[in-house]
């Protein structure tokens, strides 16, 4: 039985943008379930999508220290240090869920499904989904791996990608400063690329070989690149498709990891064809590919670049408003205020 009665959660408002502070009585485990008293949880650009429907808890980045758990636990204890990411359930029996595709399940369940999620003192999940923190790794930066960091793995790992590839990162933002890292850790040639110059000296310190501005891309100046196996978007802009596919080698392959507002369009369908070109999409990872990527991070040190704001109502208004305006470097983390 767990010693905790009652949980301080900050959902949102029919306002967007406004949430508020309640306390609910803490829910009876189910033999799975175990609750954690939150350390930190990170803000992502998909709770400023989700923000204003009301009553909605949000918040899919949240590490804590297990406080109770159900009878049938057995993956952690009490005082462990634990991550929950964007799967919080899958049928653990189809045809996905038995090869490690866990998050392709027709009977998934996914954020922001539920109301007990990391804007909350305390947070209750299925252990079966929860990973526990390498030793070593700071509860804020495991945060913003639960979603932003197995984002990038994921499309990375799945891609079958080689050390020996040429990879372009589009955006040097919340996703993109972890993408240039975790491809260079994984041994490729990486060449950021962003509309804002200013940015070259931090993706440079990222891990980037080097650095493009699309604000040069022309046609004669594409030309003359070398060519990408792989491009891995992180932005929610609207960008040329098919400026960036003429940027691919033969074979290669566009990964779209942002959200852009505009439907996706290639008119330079030929070339698309003739050189086999792919576009794909990546969407989280299931619970293989986060503890893979948690002990890639940790052996890598990959660090994301955060703001850390106090895990109230106040610091959430704030994280938020700095998360949905793309003005956050590069992650907003509402830290708890003791860890006890």
């Known amino acids: 039985m767990s010693a905790v009665t009652k949980i301080t959660q900050f959902p949102s408002t029919g306002e967007r943008g406004v949430f508020k502070e309640v306390t609910i009585d803490a829910p009876t485990l189910k033999p799975h379930d175990f609750i954690m008293k939150m350390v930190a949880c ?18 899919h980045e949240p590490v804590g220290r297990v406080v109770a758990v159900g009878e049938k636990v057995d993956n952690m204890k009490v005082g462990d240090l634990v991550g929950v990411s964007y799967l919080k359930w ?36 299925d252990s079966r989904w929860g990973f526990k923190i390498p030793e070593g790794m700071s509860p804020k930066d495991a945060s913003v791996f639960m979603c932003a960091g197995i984002t990038v793995f994921n499309a990375i790992y799945n891609s079958k990608i080689l050390p020996t590839a040429r990879v372009a990162v589009v955006g040097i933002g919340g996703l993109g400063h972890l993408a240039l890292q975790f491809a260079k850790a ?46 891995i978007d992180t932005v929610s802009a609207n960008i040329d498709f098919d400026q960036y596919m003429s940027l ?43 503890s ?13 670049m955060i703001e850390e704001y106090p895990l109230d109502l106040d610091g ?19 830290i708890a205020k003791d860890d006890e």
């Open 186 to 231: 994984w041994g490729c040639h990486v060449t950021a690329i962003s509309h804002s110059a200013d940015k070259k000296e931090e993706a440079l310190k990222f891990g980037a070989h080097d650095f493009l501005s699309s604000k040069d891309f022309s046609e004669d100046f594409i030309a003359g690149v070398e060519k990408y196996d792989m491009i």
């Open 316 to 334: 959430l208004h704030k994280a938020i408003d700095r998360c949905d305006k793309s003005k956050a470097r590069y992650r907003a983390v509402l």
């Open 90 to 125: 899958s049928c653990m029996e189809c045809r996905y869920c038995l090869s490690g595709e866990d998050c392709m399940c027709e009977r998934r369940v996914m954020f922001p499904e539920g109301n007990m999620n990391g804007f909350a003192s305390h947070m209750t999940a």
């Open 248 to 290: 691919l080698k033969r074979n290669g392959f566009f990964y779209l990891i942002g959200l852009p507002d505009a439907p996706v369009t290639i008119q330079k369908t030929l070339p698309f064809l003739q050189n086999q070109l792919s576009l794909r999409a990546s969407v989280v990872g299931g619970r293989y590919s986060v």
């Open 42 to 59: 990170g803000v992502c650009h998909t709770d400023c999508v989700f923000m204003g429907s009301d009553g909605m808890v949000l918040g």
């Open 292 to 304: 893979l990527m948690l002990e890639f991070a940790k052996r890598h040190n990959i660090k994301p």
